[in-house]
């Protein structure tokens, strides 16, 4: 008989007798591969096969097993005739723990005992047996417009007896080199290498579902700077992903501090210093950003995503704004739907769906904008997927109408497909559109709910008074004065707990590794054990005797 196995390589077939053990399976499928696996009956690692034969284990003709990996461990199979997918580069991405967590779960929402069940309470039927994450009814009743892409991904599988669904972004490239032997574009091009026409639609899924910030004072110390200078402001969102049980198998990303890079901001926009990818960046703000990175990866945190604000006074004194975006006009434009392409690139989403183990990306981007009443609200987003294959083919480009993309000319170099957008009519009748020369933008994004959680517990407990932020110029400045005034205010275990007294201490290098490591898990974790053990160490002691210069004199205490 045949055993089907599948794993990140992708499929091999093993004849193997009834009376065969599990470990003449496992030597027979290391014949293709050579990398460590465990076998399961589930994609999910879920009932593992460890011991017994073919036959006692229950398995016939044709049965599907699951070769499962150790992180990262994906290697070519050998030439076997094994369908294989190879790894993007990109898979030394550290995988997010809230995948894996999902991952071992079977997902399935539970109901209660209905009117309707006529049955004992160890019984079930079809009124209170659970649903899955992706049933319409359910998603409808709750107002949830999108699946989580665990549900989405759980659905393509529906009714194929537990396959995993192998998921592949979109590719609007031409393939080079073409199989069929002619010479790359531009000199050659057939129907193998070129990329098919695109028609756009909504995409029904999202990759993050909620943006939640860890506590309010996040986004009232971020709007400080243009409250006090009226130009606009960038920042990079830092934090981590979380399980949000308000939708199936969903998604959170939770903001723990914002880092402000080096930026010149006026009244309508603001020019970046540095964002991954770019090339031509002034040497500091690229040191600068990898030095937030490290600092961030010390107190457990990574970038989630972006925030930016566009904002004007109405001039009428009482703290109201202009409605700039709202449903006449738009709520994202073009070029920040791209950026946010070029963004989630440089940031993939590393999920076991996808054959090449890269879809989609998690980094989330959001805008203060001013609202119909004249407050100030969140507007969080992503790019779709088709959005961040467009933007990575080249093919698409910003309009001076902030609500439309236009679709780039085809040139002797680029190849632009033909690219299609649908929507419904007043009759409820699809109609298929070209996209050619500019289609609205919201075909190209999906939007997130927003909040703050009820129950407030921050990482950082730092709020008022603060550290200066960095990268203000004239608004805030940042020297051993504000050190020193930082520390001689306030209990010292709350002072310690600040993103950018962490970021101001780690550029003045006066503490080793260890030491500052130290001193980032006292932030973060509040430990008084570990904040005594602090106060002994060298690099606090030479932190304090540069406070002392600046006219730090208090010796504090963190009980």
Same mark, same amino acid.
């Given at each position: 008989?045949?055993?089907?196995?599948?794993?990140?390589?992708?499929?091999?077939?093993?004849?193997?007798? &009834?009376?065969?053990?599990?470990? =003449?399976?496992? #030597?027979?499928?290391?014949?293709?591969?050579?990398?460590?696996?465990?076998?399961?009956?589930?994609?999910?690692?879920?009932?593992?096969?460890?011991?017994?034969?073919?036959?006692?284990?229950?398995?016939?003709? !044709?049965?599907?097993?699951?070769?499962?990996?150790?992180?990262?461990?994906?290697?070519?199979?050998?030439?076997?005739?094994?369908?294989?997918?190879?790894?993007?580069?990109?898979?030394?991405?550290?995988?997010?723990?809230?995948?894996?967590?999902?991952? !071992?779960?079977?997902?399935?929402?539970?109901?209660?005992?209905?009117?309707?069940?006529?049955?004992?309470?160890?019984?079930?039927?079809?009124?209170?047996?659970?649903?899955?994450?992706?049933?319409? @009814?359910?998603?409808? +009743?709750?107002?949830?417009?999108?699946?989580?892409?665990? %549900?989405?991904?759980?659905?393509?599988?529906?009714?194929?007896?537990?396959?995993?669904?192998?998921?592949? &972004?979109? =590719?609007?490239? @031409?393939?080079?080199?073409?199989?069929?032997?002619?010479?790359?574009?531009?000199?050659?091009?057939?129907?193998?290498?070129?990329?098919?026409?695109?028609?756009?639609?909504?995409?029904? $899924?999202?990759?993050?579902?909620?943006?939640?910030?860890?506590?309010?004072?996040?986004?009232?110390? $971020?709007?400080?700077?243009?409250?006090?200078?009226?130009?606009?402001?960038?920042?990079?969102?830092?934090?981590?992903?979380?399980? *949000?049980?308000?939708?199936?198998?969903?998604?959170?990303?939770?903001?723990?501090?914002? *880092?402000?890079?080096?930026?010149?901001?006026?009244?309508?926009?603001?020019?970046?210093?540095?964002?991954?990818?770019?090339?031509?960046?002034?040497?500091?703000?690229?040191?600068?950003?990898?030095?937030?990175?490290?600092?961030?990866?010390?107190?457990?945190?990574?970038?989630?995503?972006?925030?930016?604000?566009?904002?004007?006074?109405?001039?009428?004194?009482?703290?109201?704004?202009?409605?700039?975006?709202?449903?006449?006009?738009?709520?994202?434009?073009?070029? +920040?739907?791209?950026?946010?392409?070029?963004?989630?690139?440089?940031?993939?989403?590393?999920?076991?769906?996808?054959?090449?183990?890269?879809?989609?990306?998690?980094?989330?981007?959001?805008?203060?904008?001013?609202?119909?009443?004249?407050?100030?609200?969140?507007?969080?987003?992503? %790019?779709?997927?088709?959005?961040?294959?467009?933007?990575?083919? =080249?093919?698409?480009?910003?309009?001076? #109408?902030? %609500?439309?993309?236009?679709?780039? +000319? &085809?040139?002797?170099?680029?190849?632009?497909?033909?690219?299609?957008?649908? *929507?419904?009519?007043?009759? #409820?009748?699809?109609?298929?559109?070209?996209?050619?020369?500019?289609?609205?933008?919201?075909?190209?994004?999906?939007?997130?709910?927003?909040?703050?959680?009820?129950?407030?517990?921050?990482?950082?407990?730092?709020?008022?008074?603060?550290?200066?932020?960095?990268?203000?110029?004239?608004?805030?400045?940042?020297?051993?004065?504000?050190?020193?005034?930082?520390?001689?205010?306030?209990?010292?275990?709350?002072?310690?707990?600040?993103?950018?007294?962490?970021? *101001?201490?780690?550029?003045?290098?006066?503490?080793?590794?260890?030491?500052?490591?130290?001193?980032?898990?006292?932030?973060?974790?509040?430990?008084?054990?570990?904040?005594?053990?602090?106060?002994?160490?060298?690099?606090?002691?030479?932190?304090?005797?540069?406070?002392?210069?600046?006219?730090?004199?208090?010796?504090?205490?963190? =009980?």
């Amino acid at each position: 008989m045949i055993i089907r196995v599948r794993s990140p390589n992708g499929t091999v077939r093993v004849e193997v007798a &009834p009376e065969n053990t599990i470990d =003449d399976l496992r #030597n027979k499928i290391r014949e293709s591969w050579s990398t460590a696996f465990v076998l399961a009956k589930n994609p999910n690692g879920s009932d593992g096969v460890n011991e017994g034969t073919i036959a006692s284990n229950g398995f016939g003709h !044709g049965q599907m097993l699951y070769a499962i990996f150790a992180k990262g461990q994906v290697e070519e199979t050998k030439d076997t005739g094994a369908n294989t997918s190879q790894p993007d580069a990109r898979l030394d991405i550290w995988r997010d723990p809230v995948d894996t967590y999902w991952n !071992g779960t079977e997902g399935k929402i539970p109901r209660t005992r209905s009117k309707l069940c006529n049955h004992g309470h160890n019984a079930m039927c079809d009124y209170c047996s659970p649903l899955e994450p992706f049933n319409p @009814v359910y998603l409808e +009743e709750k107002g949830i417009k999108h699946l989580s892409f665990n %549900a989405y991904a759980r659905s393509l599988s529906k009714g194929t007896q537990g396959k995993l669904a192998f998921l592949d &972004p979109p =590719d609007f490239k @031409v393939k080079s080199p073409c199989t069929t032997g002619h010479p790359p574009w531009p000199k050659g091009i057939c129907s193998k290498c070129q990329p098919s026409a695109i028609t756009l639609s909504r995409q029904k $899924f999202r990759i993050v579902d909620h943006l939640e910030f860890e506590d309010s004072s996040l986004i009232d110390n $971020f709007l400080g700077y243009w409250r006090s200078s009226g130009s606009q402001r960038f920042g990079y969102m830092y934090g981590y992903f979380a399980p *949000y049980p308000e939708v199936p198998l969903g998604i959170k990303a939770v903001v723990c501090a914002i *880092y402000e890079p080096p930026q010149e901001g006026s009244e309508t926009e603001v020019e970046v210093g540095h964002v991954p990818g770019k090339e031509g960046s002034p040497p500091h703000a690229i040191a600068e950003l990898k030095s937030v990175g490290s600092l961030a990866e010390a107190c457990g945190l990574k970038l989630i995503g972006m925030i930016f604000t566009d904002l004007v006074d109405d001039g009428s004194k009482t703290g109201k704004v202009v409605c700039k975006r709202h449903i006449k006009s738009y709520y994202t434009s073009s070029l +920040e739907a791209l950026f946010s392409a070029k963004m989630q690139n440089e940031l993939p989403n590393i999920s076991d769906y996808a054959g090449k183990k890269i879809f989609g990306s998690k980094f989330v981007s959001c805008v203060l904008t001013g609202t119909e009443e004249g407050g100030i609200d969140i507007f969080a987003y992503q %790019a779709s997927n088709t959005c961040m294959a467009m933007t990575d083919a =080249d093919i698409v480009e910003a309009s001076i #109408n902030p %609500a439309v993309v236009r679709v780039r +000319e &085809p040139s002797s170099t680029l190849y632009v497909p033909e690219v299609f957008y649908t *929507y419904k009519n007043e009759y #409820n009748t699809t109609v298929k559109m070209p996209a050619k020369p500019t289609f609205p933008v919201e075909y190209l994004l999906v939007t997130l709910s927003h909040g703050f959680p009820s129950e407030p517990n921050p990482k950082f407990l730092s709020r008022k008074p603060r550290f200066p932020i960095e990268n203000r110029g004239l608004v805030e400045s940042v020297n051993a004065n504000s050190l020193a005034d930082h520390l001689g205010k306030g209990e010292l275990m709350t002072q310690l707990s600040d993103f950018h007294f962490l970021l *101001y201490v780690k550029e003045l290098a006066v503490m080793s590794p260890d030491d500052f490591r130290l001193l980032c898990e006292v932030a973060v974790t509040h430990d008084g054990d570990k904040a005594n053990q602090l106060q002994s160490s060298p690099g606090w002691m030479q932190l304090l005797s540069l406070a002392h210069d600046a006219g730090y004199d208090d010796v504090m205490q963190t =009980d």
